[in-house]
């Protein structure tokens, strides 16, 4: 069963920083790309990141270029997203995917990440 | 990069039929066939139920199609349940650079 557990979120103040972890199993994770999606309490959702099976290529929404630094270990079936310069706006349920094609295939169930003072 | 438009919401009674529609433009929904569909229930995570336009994962019931023409692509659940009310986001590959974006959402209301 495919299993994806986000974790490391929490209360952060605007400025700062926090890493997010998504362990993943019982897929081959070092096939898959991977995604990271935000979901801002009562709102839609927003692709963020992106990572090649290989970390070859990586992209980013212009909402977090230059502040996230999304990364994996194939070897540790881990996906990572170091977020700094955190803002308001920054308040979201973070998720990560898999993704087969262009798409999101597998979602954790998320880990909520909120910017306040 | 514009999210898509969907309607805010839409409804109908059990076993009826409802259609969301999901509206880009040249640069992603009809530039590619490669826009999905996901099904997120109250404080659960998103689910896939359709990609490529329009083929279903296994496991997701064939009430559910995905379609697409022009800039606009199109959802719709056949036989409606109790258990299809929930919100439904399109997403569709915009290229490279930006490479994903989402649609607004649609709850889904079964009356």
């Known amino acids: 069963e495919v299993q994806l557990v986000e974790s490391g979120g929490g209360l952060v103040q605007p400025g700062g920083s926090l890493r997010l972890s998504c362990a993943a199993s019982?897929?081959?994770?070092?096939?898959?790309?991977m995604n990271w999606v935000r979901q801002a309490p009562g709102k839609g959702l927003e692709w963020i990141s992106y990572i090649s099976s290989s970390s070859s290529t990586i992209y980013y929404a212009d909402s977090v270029k230059g502040r996230f630094t999304i990364s994996r270990d194939n070897a540790k079936n881990s996906l990572y997203l170091q977020m700094n310069s955190l803002r308001a706006e920054d308040t979201a349920v973070y998720y990560c995917a898999s993704a087969t094609s262009y798409d999101f295939d597998y979602w954790g169930q998320g880990t909520l990440v909120t910017v306040s003072s | 990069q514009s999210a898509l438009t969907q309607p805010p919401s839409a409804s109908g009674s059990p076993g009826q039929s409802v259609t969301i529609s999901c509206t880009g433009t040249?640069?992603?929904?009809?530039?590619?066939?490669?826009v999905s569909w996901y099904q997120q229930h109250p404080g659960k995570a998103p689910k896939l139920m359709i990609y490529e336009v329009s083929k279903r994962p296994s496991g997701v019931p064939d009430r559910f199609s995905g379609s697409k023409s022009g800039n606009t692509a199109s959802l719709t659940v056949s036989g409606l349940q109790a258990e299809d009310e929930a919100d439904y986001y399109c997403?569709?590959?915009?290229?490279?650079?930006?490479?994903?974006?989402f649609g607004t959402g649609t709850k889904v209301t079964v009356l």
């Open positions: 040249s640069s992603d929904v009809g530039g590619y066939n490669y």
């Open positions: 997403s569709s590959y915009a290229g490279s650079n930006n490479p994903y974006v």
């Open positions: 019982g897929f081959t994770f070092s096939s898959y790309s």
